[in-house]
């Protein structure tokens, strides 16, 4: 069903470079007229049927390291875009891992004043669409393990955790790590419990520390959350993150919900961990591990950047834009960090939509550069 939503017209997001792997690059657009694309790079050339509007395409076969001009020729014109490939870490490639956050299961709003909606929605609500298109792409992509790292949930109902069981029942055979956001304990609309587990498979919701080791890395999730407020704390989790980290006969992927404040006082909405707590963390957990790459959600966007050589990355949400998730590309002597945009048709057309958020500010803020989505580090030697 066509979707119609509440305040048309919005300017639908422009042609551009939006990942880069190490052998691919995937380009995403807000709106293409109908009609052939072809898109070329040194002696790559592929053409596809476009069927209007929003959409993405990734060019696959590419060389790592490599500077590349992708020229796009389209019904409306020609356009040409730079981009350079990652080097692919050193060593055999072991595992794939993905992580996605801040689901907001159960929302039917968005924006800052919670303005934005889908007047004529989808049989299946946008947070749904979004949801089961980022951990179905990214299964696609190969993660043989996904954590979902807070926020998972708007407000915690008994509604709301069926809906979140329901998306995770869709993927039985792909093993998952659940931790709690804010949302996911907040007291807004319930005072219930946080479910011990979700779906018929049972998920277990982590209220400590577990993890799983995969070829080359041991993932580990930590709760963070604090009951009825919005901010974290590595209070009750941060040593035993740090112990479970060091403990690894491998390098190792914390991941968390809240992101970790730069300064004393938090810059930006909303406040995440305290400074006063995160560095600390990030020391022990360098001495621990050196090998070590911490990601979080909370902050519905995208950055990367190292704390004493531990590199900290924050990944924007699945639900509103620009609706992505992580993968992680495990190699014997590194890891590639990408962050991909949803592809997904029905996803995308709420992803494009919710830029408009905050005025129009979102479009600017959520996405973050380039460089800071797709990263590789080599582990030990820059790490
Ligand atoms: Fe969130
Ligand atoms: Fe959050």
Not at 23 to 28: D, H
Not at 127 to 147: D, K, S
Not at 211 to 221: F, K, Q, S, T, Y
């Amino acid at each position: 069903m066509p979707v119609r939503l509440a305040r048309p017209p919005f300017t639908p997001s422009a042609l551009q470079v939006w990942a880069v792997e190490d052998t691919s690059i995937q380009l995403t657009w807000g709106s293409l007229p109908a009609g052939p694309i072809r898109v070329s790079a040194q002696d790559r050339t592929v053409e596809i049927e476009h069927t209007g509007g929003p959409g993405e395409f990734t060019l696959s076969g590419l060389s790592p390291a490599t500077d590349y001009r992708v020229h796009v020729d389209h019904r409306a014109g020609t356009r040409t875009l730079e981009a350079r490939t990652l080097a692919t870490p050193p060593g055999a490639l072991l595992s794939r891992v993905a992580t996605v956050s801040d689901l907001h299961i159960g929302s039917r709003r968005w924006g800052f004043l919670k303005t934005m909606v889908e007047t004529e929605p989808f049989d299946t609500p946008f947070p749904v669409r979004c949801a089961r298109a980022a951990i179905g792409e990214a299964i696609a992509w190969g993660a043989e393990l996904i954590m979902i790292k807070g926020d998972a949930v708007n407000h915690r109902s008994p509604h709301n955790f069926a809906e979140l069981g329901r998306l995770v029942d869709l993927f039985p055979d792909t093993p998952m790590l659940l931790v709690p956001g804010n949302h996911d304990v907040d007291f807004q609309h319930s005072t219930m419990e946080l479910p011990a587990t979700v779906g018929e498979r049972a998920l277990p919701f982590t209220t400590t520390v577990v993890h799983l080791d995969v070829p080359g890395l041991r993932v580990i999730a930590g709760d963070t959350s604090i009951p009825g407020q919005g901010p974290g704390t590595l209070a009750r989790t941060g040593e035993a993150m740090i112990q479970t980290a060091a403990e690894a006969d491998r390098p190792a992927l914390v991941g968390v919900h809240h992101h970790f404040d730069r300064l004393s006082r938090p810059t930006h909405w909303p406040p995440g961990i305290p400074k006063a707590e995160a560095k600390p963390f990030f020391d022990d957990l360098r001495r621990g591990n050196p090998d070590v790459l911490v990601t979080s959600g909370h902050s519905h966007r995208n950055r990367a950047r190292r704390h004493q050589g531990v590199a900290v990355t924050e990944v924007a949400s699945t639900r509103d834009w620009p609706g992505v998730w992580a993968g992680y590309a495990v190699h014997e002597g590194g890891i590639r960090q990408v962050v991909r945009r949803v592809a997904a048709a029905d996803a995308v057309v709420w992803h494009e939509y919710s830029r408009g958020a905050v005025l129009g500010a979102w479009e600017h803020w959520a996405p973050g550069p380039l460089a800071q989505r797709s990263l590789a580090i080599n582990w030990s030697t820059d790490s």
